[in-house]
C-alpha cells in the first residue's frame, strides 16, 4: 500500500480518468462483441448473453497482431495465454456493459456523435476528418455501425467509473497519517556479519555427509545434454558473385529504374510563424489569421521577408537544401507546390500557429549520368537479382530438404552447397558458431530433429541467411562421478554451514540485545563495528533494501529504548538497531498534494471493487 502510494506520488495520476481511448479499444479486438457467432459455437455465456467462438477468434487475432507489431513474433511464442486474455476482456466488457445498463445509464446517439468528432486520431487540423475517419476505419476491418457500437459501450462503461473516481474523497486525517507514513524518517544503525568471516575458518566435512548429499541431489550433477548438428547455409552475399552484367544490361536496368538516379526537387526555405497558446480558442485562431494577413499584406508591397521573420516567430527547419521528406510533415504539401524561386506559400494551419514559408532557392530535379553512377547502377543490378535467386533457392531448399528428411547431401548436391558442422553445444548456453542463435538451438533439440531425427524446416537467421539443420550427434545427460565432485560439494557443505553460523550469531546477538545486555563485547572480539546511518527515508538508497526494510517493519521503539532486528544480506547478516522515529511534517504544500493523490488513490480502489463485485456476482459459463 505504502510503494503503491509513493509510485502515485511521482506523478499526476488524473490522467488515468480520461475518456477510454475508443480507437485502440477497437484495435486490441474488442469490436468482436458485436460480431454475431453461430449458436452451436458457444465459448462463454454471461447472464443469459452467448460469446460465440467467431467473436473469441476475431478477439484473439486483433489482440495478436497488435503483440506482434509492438514486440515481434517471439513475443506470440512465449505467451500461451494470449486467447484466455482476449475471451476475459470480452466477458469483462459484456459484465460491465450489463452492469451499467441495469443501473440506468444510457448514451444517446449525440454523446456518441460528440465524442467520434472530438477524438484527436481523426482530426486534421483540429478538425473531424470523414476522410482520415474512413482511411483508418479501413484498416481495422470495422463497419461504421460495429465502430460507433463500441464507441456507445466504451461511453457506457466509461459512466459508472468516472462516477465513482471523480466522486471519492479524502479525510484530512487519512491525508495527514500517509504524509507521516509516506515521508517517515527513522534513526538506524546495523552492524554487517559477513558469512565470509565464518567460512574462513576451519571447516571439516566428514566424507559420509558428501556422499549423502551427492545421493540425495544427483540431479544437480548431471552432465549438461548435449548435440552437434550438421547443416547447409543459403546466404544472399554468397549469390553475387554469380552475377556479371555487361554495360548493355547495366544500361538497360539504369533506363528502367532511372527515378532511383534522379536528384530529387530540393528547397531553400525561410518562413514566419504567428504562434497559438496550447489547446487554441476559435478567437486565438482568428486572431492568428488577422495578424498573418497583415504580414502578407506588408510583404505584397515590398516588404523585406527576413526583416518579417525577425519580428515573428519561425518554424524549426534545417538549413540548407532540403528534399521534400526532410521538410516536416505538415509544411510538405505547401512546400511542393513552390515551383520559382521567392514564391510564398499559401498560409499554412498548424499545430503550433499559422506558417507562411517562402522558398529562396530551388533545385530542379537532375538525372545522374549513366557513366558517374555505374558502380551504383551495377551494386543495385547484382543485388535485386541476387534477391530473386535467393529467394527460388530458399524455396527449392525447403522442397528438397522435405523431400529428403533423413539426410542433407542431396540439397548439397543439387543446389552446390556445403555442409558444415558445429561443435558440441548444449540447448541454454550459447556457442561461439552456429549455435549462437536461439532458434538453431531450440530447433536442434526439437522433437522433429532430435528424436525423429529428421531435418529441420527453413530456419531464417537473418534476413539474408536461412539453414537448413539436422542433428548429428548426440551426448545424453549422465551423472558425474562422486569422486569428480567431492570436492565441489565439500566446498557448497562448508559455506552452508559458515552461513549457519553467521545466522546463528546475528540471532544471538539480537538476544543479548532484547535482554538489554552489552554485547560490545562479543562484537569487538569479531572486529564487527556498527555503521550509524541517522535519520533517513524509507526510500534511502544510502544502504542495502534489505537493512531499509527490516528497519521500517520494526515496532517503534519506547523513549530511550531500542528495537533490534535480524535480516539476510548479499553475502551474510545484518542486525538492524532502530533507535527513533520522526513521522513526516504537514505543510500547505503537501496537503494539496497528497490529498489528490490519495482521492485518486481511493477511487481507483473504490472502482476495481465494483468492477470485482459487478464480475463475481455475474452468472458467467465459460465452455470447455
Do not use: C
Request: net charge negative; no cysteine.
Amino acid at each position: 500500500m505504502l510503494q503503491t502510494i509513493r509510485e502515485h506520488t511521482q506523478g499526476w495520476i488524473a490522467g488515468t480518468i480520461i475518456s477510454i481511448i475508443i480507437l485502440s479499444f477497437a484495435l486490441w479486438g474488442i469490436h468482436s462483441y458485436f460480431t454475431s457467432g453461430g449458436a452451436n459455437n458457444i465459448v462463454a455465456i454471461v447472464n443469459g448473453v452467448d460469446i460465440s467462438k467467431e467473436q473469441l477468434t476475431m478477439a484473439y487475432e486483433r489482440m495478436r497482431r497488435q503483440m506482434q507489431t509492438q514486440y515481434g513474433s517471439a513475443a506470440l511464442k512465449e505467451d500461451n495465454s494470449l486467447k484466455s486474455r482476449a475471451l476475459k476482456g470480452i466477458v469483462e466488457v459484456e459484465v460491465l456493459k450489463q452492469a451499467s445498463i441495469s443501473q440506468g445509464f444510457r448514451i444517446s446517439d449525440q454523446q456518441v456523435d460528440n465524442y467520434l468528432q472530438s477524438m484527436p486520431e481523426f482530426q486534421i487540423d483540429n478538425q473531424f476528418s470523414l476522410d482520415k475517419f474512413q482511411e483508418i476505419l479501413s484498416s481495422t476491418m470495422l463497419s461504421i455501425s460495429e465502430f460507433l457500437n463500441i464507441i456507445r459501450t466504451g461511453l457506457l462503461i466509461d459512466q459508472p467509473r468516472l462516477g465513482t473516481m471523480l466522486t471519492s474523497f479524502s479525510l484530512p486525517d487519512e491525508t495527514s497519517d500517509t504524509i507521516a507514513l509516506v515521508d517517515q524518517e527513522r534513526n538506524i544503525d546495523y552492524l554487517s556479519i559477513p558469512m565470509q568471516y565464518f567460512l574462513s575458518q576451519p571447516v571439516t566435512i566428514a566424507p559420509e555427509r558428501i556422499e549423502a548429499y551427492y545421493n540425495e541431489h544427483q540431479s544437480e550433477f548431471m552432465t549438461p545434454e548435449q548435440v552437434n548438428i550438421e547443416y547447409v547455409e543459403l546466404s544472399l552475399k554468397d549469390l553475387y558473385s554469380r552475377f556479371s552484367p555487361t554495360d548493355t544490361m547495366l544500361k538497360n536496368f539504369y533506363n528502367e529504374n532511372i527515378n532511383s538516379y534522379t536528384q530529387p526537387t530540393a528547397w531553400k526555405l525561410s518562413s514566419i510563424l504567428i504562434a497559438v497558446p496550447a489547446n487554441p480558442s476559435t478567437v486565438d485562431w482568428q486572431s492568428a489569421q488577422a495578424k498573418m494577413s497583415k504580414v502578407i499584406e506588408s510583404l505584397n508591397k515590398g516588404g523585406d521577408f527576413q526583416a518579417m521573420a525577425r519580428q515573428h516567430s519561425q518554424v524549426s527547419i534545417p538549413a540548407g537544401m532540403l528534399v521534400l521528406n526532410q521538410v516536416p510533415a505538415d509544411l510538405q504539401k505547401a512546400t511542393a507546390s513552390l515551383t520559382t524561386s521567392g514564391q510564398l506559400s499559401e498560409p499554412i494551419r498548424t499545430v503550433q500557429g499559422i506558417v507562411l514559408l517562402k522558398a529562396d532557392d530551388i533545385r530542379e530535379p537532375k538525372i545522374e549520368p549513366f557513366d558517374q553512377v555505374k558502380d551504383k547502377v551495377r551494386e543495385a543490378y547484382v543485388r535485386q537479382h541476387a534477391e530473386e535467386k535467393f529467394a527460388e533457392m530458399r524455396d527449392q531448399l525447403a522442397d528438397l530438404t522435405y523431400a529428403n528428411p533423413t539426410s542433407l547431401q542431396t540439397a548439397a548436391n543439387d543446389m552446390g552447397l556445403v555442409i558444415k558442422s558445429s561443435e558440441l553445444f548444449t540447448k541454454d548456453k550459447p556457442g561461439k558458431d552456429i549455435s549462437q542463435y536461439k532458434k538453431i538451438r531450440d530447433a536442434a533439440f526439437g522433437n522433429e530433429v532430435l528424436n525423429l531425427q529428421n531435418n529441420s524446416d527453413v530456419i531464417q537467421i537473418n534476413p539474408e541467411t536461412v539453414v537448413v539443420i539436422r542433428d548429428k550427434s548426440h551426448l545424453t545427460s549422465k551423472l558425474l562421478p562422486l569422486a569428480d565432485i567431492s570436492k565441489q560439494i565439500s566446498e557448497k557443505l562448508k559455506a552452508q554451514e559458515s552461513d549457519a553460523k553467521a545466522e546463528r550469531f546475528a540471532e544471538e546477538l539480537q538476544a543479548q540485545l532484547d535482554k538489554g545486555g552489552d554485547a560490545a563485547k562479543l562484537v569487538a572480539e569479531h572486529n564487527f563495528k556498527w555503521v550509524s546511518l541517522g535519520y533517513v527515508g524509507r526510500y534511502s538508497n544510502k544502504v542495502d533494501s534489505a537493512i531499509m526494510d527490516t528497519a521500517f517493519r520494526l515496532p517503534h521503539p519506547a523513549a530511550n529504548k531500542t528495537v533490534y532486528g535480524v535480516t539476510r544480506m548479499p553475502g551474510g547478516y545484518a542486525v538492524v538497531a532502530l533507535h527513533g522515529v520522526k513521522d513526516g511534517s504537514l505543510d500547505d504544500k503537501k496537503l494539496s498534494v497528497f490529498s489528490e493523490q490519495v482521492q485518486n488513490s481511493m477511487g481507483f480502489l473504490e472502482y476495481s471493487l465494483y468492477k470485482d463485485a459487478q464480475i463475481n456476482k455475474a452468472k458467467i459459463k465459460i465452455s470447455g
